[in-house]
């Protein structure tokens, strides 16, 4: 998974933000301040009876500036204390029970792919990246060898993928996952009684069609179903759910 330099949704990032609010607020106020000093001051008095009228009128300028500041003060406190970032992803969703990961021999038209017809895909894929977690192939309801693989890691299994989850948030793991494949019109879904977030695209077309890629990430499990018989987001979905519930059963 392709990891970004910065979260934007993180708190992290929201913290920097509120600062760099109030320090843009500081300098503000600064320039403001030094920008009014002779205008502040008024004109120096001819004579002594115009001193009185001078004070009066550096007073009242004064006062002026310090209306004005006090009223950008507000502002920037404002503006640094709307800044909120969403916690990471393992503090965002609540702590996975026990649970046993294991693929579904069957989901709706889909059968799991087991022994040498799973033999024969395996090695297909060997030269590309390894993926992460484990990984599942199936046959789906067209004539295809391969209708969809479904691919789920856990943070048990991955000390990598246990501190991606404390590092980043629901938001910046999804967007890094289709920023990898590169899918487009990214839409996101319910994500079923397990929690967390759940999102599909379609990836780039292949000789039979479009692919469309499926995400789902929670606080212990980072998991993506690949379609390559779906032709719409919502339907994909919809699977993609059964396939979660299914082969991930919680106590």
């Not at 843009?24 to 301040?33: G, K, L, P, R, S």
């Not at 009066?56 to 406190?77: E, P, Q």
């Not at 916690?87 to 038209?109: F, L």
């Not at 699977?239 to 059963?249: A, D, G, Y």
Request: hydrophobic residues 45%; glycine residues 10%.
């Amino acid at each position: 998974m392709i990891t970004l330099s910065i979260d934007p949704t993180s708190q992290s990032f929201a913290a920097g933000q509120a600062i760099g609010a109030l320090l843009v607020t500081a300098v503000a106020m600064t320039v403001i301040w030094f920008a009014t000093r002779a205008w502040r001051r008024g004109p120096v008095p001819a004579r002594a009876v115009d001193a009185e009228r001078a004070v009066s009128t550096a007073v009242r300028r004064h006062n002026i500036i310090v209306g004005v500041l006090l009223v950008v003060a507000a502002a920037g406190l404002v503006r640094a204390c709307t800044y909120e970032g969403d916690p990471p992803t393992a503090e965002a969703t609540p702590a996975v029970p026990e649970r046993v990961i294991d693929a579904a021999p069957s989901v709706g038209a889909y059968r799991l792919l087991t022994g040498e017809e799973a033999a024969e895909f395996e090695q297909l894929g060997a030269g590309k990246n390894k993926p992460s977690g484990k990984r599942w192939f199936y046959d789906g309801p067209d004539e295809r060898p391969v209708g969809a693989v479904l691919q789920i890691n856990a943070a048990e299994w991955d000390a990598e993928l246990a501190a991606e989850k404390h590092r980043d948030t629901m938001s910046q793991e999804m967007r890094n996952f289709f920023g990898g494949a590169r899918a487009t019109e990214v839409t996101a879904f319910e994500a079923g009684p397990w929690g967390g977030q759940l999102s599909c695209g379609h990836m780039a077309p292949t000789g039979g069609g479009q692919p469309i890629i499926c995400a789902w990430t929670d606080a212990g499990t980072s998991g993506s179903v690949m379609f390559l018989e779906e032709e719409s987001l919502p339907k994909a979905a919809e699977v993609t759910l059964q396939f979660r519930t299914l082969s991930e059963k919680r106590t």
